[in-house]
């Protein structure tokens, strides 16, 4: 059974450039999440959805930060334009319960 | 507002020795809890968690976890490490209900020295 697919794993870009970061939650899971991890932050949640709804988007740092999940299988987060403190490791994860899953990531560089 | 604090942000061992990791939420209603590990360069897997039933729940790789309510703790322990326990440790909580969102600590490191 596969497991939560991210891509890319890895991402340099420049400053101003549009990045989008891509999810393939786990089969049968109902919740996906999307998360932010820093050194100086740590882990941090972006936004997540339920059933493809947008539940709470109250971490999205600013304007600049998009998330869309067209269908049960699929979702996007959007960076636009990009700035060297976007920075980080971006995770999804998805649950069907109370338990997540978390996929490898996206280690996002901005220079 | 719902917090999980985790008091030791850096913790330095050696092989065999025990380990006890803290985690404390601030949240008054039924909550579930979690710890979750994360290894260098990888990402986060679930170590144990605890819905309800028994507060002494056994995780994975030989770790367990004792839920006391009274002092709204979670915490983590494993009698003796190995250096492969060398990784990041989250402690997360979330309510009982239908949200899912989880209210993370700020992890703590372990380095487990050969």
């Known amino acids: 059974d596969a497991g939560v697919i991210q891509s890319p794993r890895h991402e340099v870009t420049e400053m101003g450039q549009e990045v989008t970061l891509r999810c393939k939650p786990i089969s049968g899971h109902d919740y996906l999440f999307w998360y932010r991890q820093t050194m100086m932050r740590g882990l941090e949640l972006l936004i997540y959805?339920?059933?493809?709804?947008?539940?709470?988007d109250s971490g999205m740092p600013e304007d600049r930060f998009s998330a869309k999940m067209p269908n049960a299988s699929f979702s996007t987060l959007k960076i636009q334009p990009s700035e060297p403190r976007d920075s980080a490791v971006y995770f999804c994860?998805?649950?069907?319960?109370?338990?997540?899953?978390f996929g490898p990531g996206t280690r996002l560089l901005v220079l | 507002a719902q917090s999980v604090s985790q008091h030791n942000h850096h913790v330095i061992l050696s092989e065999a020795a025990s380990l006890e990791l803290g985690c404390n939420y601030s949240y008054g209603g039924t909550v579930n809890l979690f710890w979750y590990v994360q290894y260098p360069g990888q990402h986060l897997q679930l170590l144990l968690k605890?819905?309800?039933?028994d507060p002494l729940v056994k995780g994975i790789k030989g770790f367990e976890a004792e839920f006391i309510k009274s002092k709204f703790s979670f915490n983590l322990r494993k009698p003796s490490v190995q250096w492969s326990d060398t990784a990041e440790y989250f402690c997360?909580?979330?309510?009982?209900?239908?949200?899912?969102?989880?209210?993370w600590g700020l992890g703590t490191s372990l380095a487990v020295n050969p």
């Open positions: 605890y819905f309800s039933g």
């Open positions: 994860a998805s649950a069907r319960q109370e338990t997540q899953y």
């Open positions: 997360a909580v979330s309510n009982a209900g239908n949200n899912r969102k989880l209210i």
């Open positions: 959805f339920n059933n493809n709804v947008p539940i709470d």
